[in-house]
Structure formats: structure tokens, C-alpha cells
């Protein structure tokens, strides 16, 4: 089987996850399969695992969201510049403090915003502003599956499969 043909099984499989109609057999096929792409995406933008952590879970793609942000002294509305299904990034003034949880609300195309909490897990200074990763510490298995979809929704779109 090429790649291309892996891609559209694999995109079909996706499909039917999103809409419920996979059989016991199929979900398990369907979560190998998104192992293997982000395996195969995670060596592509030569990202490492952490432990205990799996292949789609670590899994980043580019998405701009709109965050609501809140923690003890200030509250902010800011864009994700990345997502995967542990955490995301964000632009912001100034970062969040670290010793804090942050409230995170994003909203999610289709659905429910995602609400849950994170800290902050890495800081980067540019000339303007604040790159902030965030990674999440007590979203639902139900919002964290919506996201993982989210992430697979954005790469089979920038695959053009």
C-alpha cells in the first residue's frame, strides 16, 4: 500500500471515529494508525517523546484558537499559535506566573469550549511580547479526546489527503 493510499484509508478510518460509527476492531486500527502518522510527524519535525507519554498525545500542529486565560491577578484573551492534546501555545504581554494554575477555556470549532487547567511549562522572550506553552493538567478524557481529533482534523487538512 503507498503512503497516499495509507493516508486516504486512514483519513476514511478518522471519518467514521468523528461521526461513531467504528466498530471495537476499527477504534483500535484507527488509534494504531494515529500512532503511526504522528510517529511519522513527530520524526518529521524531530520532536522527542516524553515519558510515558504516546505519539498522538505529543503531536503538535500549528491552530489558532481563540484562549481565555485566567489566574490570580489578570485575565486574558489571547490566539493558540499551537495545539496538540496536551497543551498549546500563546502570544501574551507578559507570562503568567509559574507557580500558578492557570483557567483555560478554548473554543473548540463544533462544539462546547474546552475548559480545564494548566501551568506553565515553558517561556520564550521575543521583541514584543511572550511565548507561553501551556500544558494542560486536568482536562476531561472526553475534552482531550476532542482536541486529539482536532489535531488529526488539521493534519489530514495539511496532508490534503
Not at 504522528?38 to 503538535?60: D, H, K, S
Not at 501555545?89 to 492557570?102: C, F, G, N, T
Not at 521575543?126 to 479526546?145: G, I, T, Y
Not at 486529539?148 to 493534519?155: A, C, G, K, S
Amino acid at each position: 500500500m503507498s503512503l497516499r493510499e495509507w493516508l486516504v484509508a486512514f483519513k476514511s478510518q478518522h471519518e467514521q471515529a468523528r461521526a461513531g460509527t467504528l466498530s471495537a476492531d476499527g477504534w483500535a486500527a484507527y488509534r494504531a494508525g494515529r500512532d503511526e502518522l504522528a510517529r511519522a510527524m513527530l520524526a518529521a519535525q524531530r520532536a522527542a517523546l516524553r515519558p510515558g507519554e504516546t505519539p498522538r498525545q505529543a503531536l503538535r500542529v500549528a491552530r489558532a484558537l481563540q484562549a481565555d486565560l485566567e489566574w490570580s491577578v489578570d485575565k486574558v484573551r489571547a490566539v493558540t499559535l499551537d495545539l496538540s492534546s496536551g497543551g498549546c501555545a500563546v502570544l501574551l504581554a507578559k507570562p503568567p506566573p509559574k507557580s500558578e494554575e492557570i483557567r483555560v477555556q478554548l473554543k473548540v470549532p463544533g462544539g462546547d469550549p474546552v475548559v480545564g487547567r494548566a501551568r506553565v511549562a515553558g517561556v520564550q522572550l521575543q521583541p514584543s511580547n511572550v511565548r507561553v506553552a501551556l500544558a494542560f493538567s486536568d482536562l476531561s478524557a472526553a475534552d482531550r479526546d476532542r482536541l486529539e481529533f482536532l489535531v488529526f482534523d488539521t493534519v489530514i487538512r495539511q496532508l490534503a489527503v
